[in-house]
Protein backbone atom coordinates (compact mmCIF):
# COMPACT_ATOMS: atom_id res chain seq x y z
CA UNK A 1 0.00 0.00 0.00
CA UNK A 2 0.85 3.39 0.61
CA UNK A 3 4.20 4.53 2.32
CA UNK A 4 2.60 8.08 3.64
CA UNK A 5 2.80 8.89 7.14
CA UNK A 6 -0.12 9.44 8.71
CA UNK A 7 -0.20 12.50 10.38
CA UNK A 8 -2.57 13.94 12.67
CA UNK A 9 -3.19 18.25 12.79
CA UNK A 10 -2.77 18.81 16.43
CA UNK A 11 -5.90 20.61 17.34
CA UNK A 12 -4.27 23.57 18.95
CA UNK A 13 -2.95 24.03 15.15
CA UNK A 14 -6.81 23.72 13.85
CA UNK A 15 -7.99 26.75 16.15
CA UNK A 16 -5.09 28.87 15.43
CA UNK A 17 -5.70 28.05 11.81
CA UNK A 18 -9.91 28.58 12.83
CA UNK A 19 -9.26 31.65 14.32
CA UNK A 20 -6.48 33.61 11.96
CA UNK A 21 -9.66 32.55 9.34
CA UNK A 22 -12.07 34.29 11.09
CA UNK A 23 -10.27 37.23 11.82
CA UNK A 24 -9.10 37.95 7.92
CA UNK A 25 -13.18 37.33 7.27
CA UNK A 26 -13.84 40.01 9.74
CA UNK A 27 -10.80 42.46 8.22
CA UNK A 28 -12.54 41.66 4.74
CA UNK A 29 -16.14 42.61 6.41
CA UNK A 30 -14.55 45.77 7.27
CA UNK A 31 -12.87 46.83 4.87
CA UNK A 32 -16.03 45.97 2.34
CA UNK A 33 -17.99 47.90 4.64
CA UNK A 34 -15.45 51.36 4.38
CA UNK A 35 -16.30 50.76 0.52
CA UNK A 36 -19.63 50.53 0.46
CA UNK A 37 -20.20 53.38 2.88
CA UNK A 38 -17.86 55.71 0.72
CA UNK A 39 -19.74 54.84 -2.41
CA UNK A 40 -23.09 55.49 -0.87
CA UNK A 41 -21.35 59.03 0.22
CA UNK A 42 -20.47 59.47 -3.30
CA UNK A 43 -24.32 58.49 -4.93
CA UNK A 44 -25.23 61.26 -2.06
CA UNK A 45 -22.64 63.72 -4.07
CA UNK A 46 -23.74 62.41 -7.22
CA UNK A 47 -27.19 62.99 -6.55
CA UNK A 48 -26.93 66.59 -5.29
CA UNK A 49 -25.12 67.81 -8.59
CA UNK A 50 -27.96 66.28 -10.78
CA UNK A 51 -30.64 68.37 -8.44
CA UNK A 52 -28.70 71.68 -8.58
CA UNK A 53 -28.43 70.77 -12.25
CA UNK A 54 -31.88 70.40 -12.33
CA UNK A 55 -32.42 73.58 -10.69
CA UNK A 56 -30.45 75.22 -12.51
CA UNK A 57 -31.28 74.08 -16.15
CA UNK A 58 -35.55 74.81 -14.94
CA UNK A 59 -34.84 77.88 -13.88
CA UNK A 60 -33.07 78.80 -17.41
CA UNK A 61 -36.10 77.38 -18.96
CA UNK A 62 -37.92 79.60 -16.40
CA UNK A 63 -36.06 83.50 -17.99
CA UNK A 64 -36.38 81.96 -21.27
CA UNK A 65 -40.34 82.12 -20.77
CA UNK A 66 -40.33 85.44 -19.34
CA UNK A 67 -37.60 86.97 -22.15
CA UNK A 68 -39.72 85.30 -24.65
CA UNK A 69 -43.10 86.37 -23.38
CA UNK A 70 -41.86 90.22 -23.32
CA UNK A 71 -40.63 90.13 -26.73
CA UNK A 72 -44.61 88.69 -27.72
CA UNK A 73 -46.28 91.15 -25.62
CA UNK A 74 -43.57 93.75 -27.50
CA UNK A 75 -44.92 92.71 -30.75
CA UNK A 76 -48.66 93.18 -30.16
CA UNK A 77 -47.88 96.71 -28.62
CA UNK A 78 -46.13 97.30 -31.89
CA UNK A 79 -48.82 96.06 -33.85
CA UNK A 80 -51.68 98.31 -31.96
CA UNK A 81 -49.68 101.32 -32.00
CA UNK A 82 -51.34 104.22 -33.76
CA UNK A 83 -48.02 106.14 -34.54
CA UNK A 84 -43.98 105.71 -35.10
CA UNK A 85 -43.67 107.67 -32.14
CA UNK A 86 -45.67 105.61 -29.83
CA UNK A 87 -44.07 101.99 -31.55
CA UNK A 88 -40.69 103.97 -30.78
CA UNK A 89 -41.83 104.75 -26.57
CA UNK A 90 -42.93 100.84 -26.61
CA UNK A 91 -39.86 99.75 -28.13
CA UNK A 92 -37.66 102.06 -25.44
CA UNK A 93 -39.68 100.86 -22.18
CA UNK A 94 -38.57 97.32 -24.23
CA UNK A 95 -35.19 97.88 -24.21
CA UNK A 96 -35.07 99.40 -20.70
CA UNK A 97 -37.87 96.73 -18.61
CA UNK A 98 -35.28 93.99 -20.87
CA UNK A 99 -32.40 95.60 -19.67
CA UNK A 100 -33.24 95.26 -16.00
CA UNK A 101 -34.85 91.70 -16.32
CA UNK A 102 -31.92 90.15 -18.01
CA UNK A 103 -29.38 92.00 -15.28
CA UNK A 104 -31.71 90.56 -12.33
CA UNK A 105 -31.57 86.96 -13.80
CA UNK A 106 -28.11 86.90 -14.59
CA UNK A 107 -27.53 88.34 -10.75
CA UNK A 108 -30.16 85.02 -9.77
CA UNK A 109 -28.40 82.91 -12.02
CA UNK A 110 -25.00 83.55 -11.04
CA UNK A 111 -26.10 83.22 -7.01
CA UNK A 112 -27.54 79.65 -8.13
CA UNK A 113 -24.96 78.60 -9.89
CA UNK A 114 -22.23 79.24 -7.34
CA UNK A 115 -24.54 77.97 -4.09
CA UNK A 116 -24.28 74.68 -6.29
CA UNK A 117 -20.97 74.65 -6.74
CA UNK A 118 -20.06 74.78 -3.51
CA UNK A 119 -22.54 72.79 -2.17
CA UNK A 120 -21.25 70.39 -4.36
CA UNK A 121 -17.56 70.90 -3.51
CA UNK A 122 -18.29 70.86 0.25
CA UNK A 123 -19.97 67.47 -0.59
CA UNK A 124 -16.99 66.29 -2.32
CA UNK A 125 -14.75 67.27 0.43
CA UNK A 126 -16.66 65.08 2.86
CA UNK A 127 -16.69 61.95 0.96
CA UNK A 128 -13.58 62.01 0.06
CA UNK A 129 -12.54 62.71 3.83
CA UNK A 130 -15.47 60.35 5.06
CA UNK A 131 -13.79 57.35 2.17
CA UNK A 132 -10.25 58.28 3.63
CA UNK A 133 -11.31 58.48 7.05
CA UNK A 134 -13.35 54.33 6.50
CA UNK A 135 -9.97 53.11 4.75
CA UNK A 136 -8.17 54.25 7.08
CA UNK A 137 -10.02 52.51 10.22
CA UNK A 138 -10.44 49.11 7.97
CA UNK A 139 -6.77 49.32 6.95
CA UNK A 140 -5.71 49.70 11.02
CA UNK A 141 -8.52 46.92 11.63
CA UNK A 142 -6.64 44.65 9.52
CA UNK A 143 -3.42 45.72 10.73
CA UNK A 144 -4.50 45.11 14.23
CA UNK A 145 -6.19 41.54 12.95
CA UNK A 146 -2.98 40.77 11.41
CA UNK A 147 -1.00 41.51 14.19
CA UNK A 148 -3.01 39.22 16.49
CA UNK A 149 -2.76 36.24 14.08
CA UNK A 150 0.94 36.52 13.91
CA UNK A 151 0.93 36.88 17.84
CA UNK A 152 -1.44 33.97 18.15
CA UNK A 153 0.70 31.54 15.71
CA UNK A 154 3.74 32.37 17.84
CA UNK A 155 2.01 31.50 20.99
CA UNK A 156 0.70 28.15 18.96
CA UNK A 157 4.18 27.43 17.93
CA UNK A 158 5.79 27.90 21.60
CA UNK A 159 2.95 26.20 23.09
CA UNK A 160 3.52 23.16 20.09
CA UNK A 161 7.33 23.09 20.86
CA UNK A 162 6.92 22.72 24.72
Known amino acids: MSNIPNYEVPGEMRDFAEKSVEQARKAFDSFISAARRTADTVQGSADLARTNAQDVSSRGFEYAEQNVNAA ?9 SRDIQEAMQHQAE ?60 KAAAEKASH
Open 72 to 80: FDLAQKLVR
Open 94 to 153: FVRSQFAAIQAQAKEFSGIAQSALQQGAERAKSAMQEGADNTRKAFEQGLNTAQQTADDA
